[in-house]
T-cell receptor, first 112, second 113 residues
Framework: GENVEQHPSTLSVQEGDSAVIKCTYSDSASNYFPWYKQELGKRPQLIIDIRSNVGEKKDQRIAVTLNKTAKHFSLHITETQPEDSAVYFCAALTSGNTPLVFGKGTRLSVIA | DAGITQSPRHKVTETGTPVTLRCHQTENHRYMYWYRQDPGHGLRLIHYSYGVKDTDKGEVSDGYSVSRSKTEDFLLTLESATSSQTSVYFC????????????FGQGTRLTVV
């Protein structure tokens, strides 16, 4: 089945700097790649997603890129703010009836 | 927020006792999922459902069973709770299989002593 690796597990950046989180997946048939943000004590919530027919997608300060050949995708956050501090999860959806497979998460800390 | 409610929100139980967690949705979504979240392991799928009475196992299904007798309710049962099942449990729903937004419940913190 699908396997999703996420790096780094923790990331600290200065406010205003950029943050990048990377994920790799194993199943070349995977075609949907969402990113979830989980604030402390809260539920995970979708922040951005990308489908396999698109190479990049942006939404204000966040962007996701997908490299199907290398089977990896990345989350980019620019001009980071303290409220960006959270755990971020990537996920991948493969074919068949299986649901999303999540990475193990990245704890992002934005230092003011 | 999507209409998804988990109960209870917190529970402490003793080893060997049965425990049932409930997930209730008002969105009429077809797919429902149970995940557990543990430090260093992210979100791991326990069981999921793709319709009433249609369920399947996830990667960490041992020791858990589920039932879905109505579209709106998805129950997770720990037949005989063990300390390794101490975790935060999240229910999630989605309208179609995976490739639309999955909405998560608030989570249930279960402690097995």
């Amino acid at each position: 089945g699908e396997n999703v690796e996420q790096h780094p597990s923790t990331l600290s950046v200065q406010e205003g700097d950029s943050a990048v989180i990377k994920c790799t997946y194993s199943d070349s048939a995977s075609n949907y790649f969402p990113w979830y943000k989980q604030e402390l004590g809260k539920r995970p919530q979708l922040i951005i997603d990308i489908r396999s027919n698109v190479g990049e997608k942006k939404d204000q300060r966040i962007a996701v890129t997908l490299n199907k050949t290398a089977k990896h995708f990345s989350l980019h956050i620019t001009e980071t703010q303290p409220e960006d501090s959270a755990v971020y999860f990537c996920a991948a959806l493969t074919s068949g009836n299986t649901p999303l497979v999540f990475g193990k998460g990245t704890r992002l800390s934005v230092i003011a | 927020d999507a209409g998804i409610t988990q109960s209870p929100r917190h529970k402490v139980t003793e080893t060997g006792t049965p425990v049932t967690l409930r997930c209730h949705q008002t969105e009429n979504h077809r797919y429902m999922y149970w995940y557990r979240q543990d430090p260093g392991h992210g979100l791991r799928l326990i069981h999921y459902s793709y319709g009433v009475k249609d369920t399947d196992k996830g990667e960490v299904s041992d020791g858990y069973s589920v039932s879905r007798s109505k579209t709106e309710d998805f129950l997770l049962t720990l037949e005989s709770a063990t300390s390794s099942q101490t975790s935060v449990y999240f229910c999630a729903i989605s309208e179609v299989r995976g490739d639309t937004e999955a909405f998560f419940g608030q989570g249930t913190r279960l402690t097995v002593v």
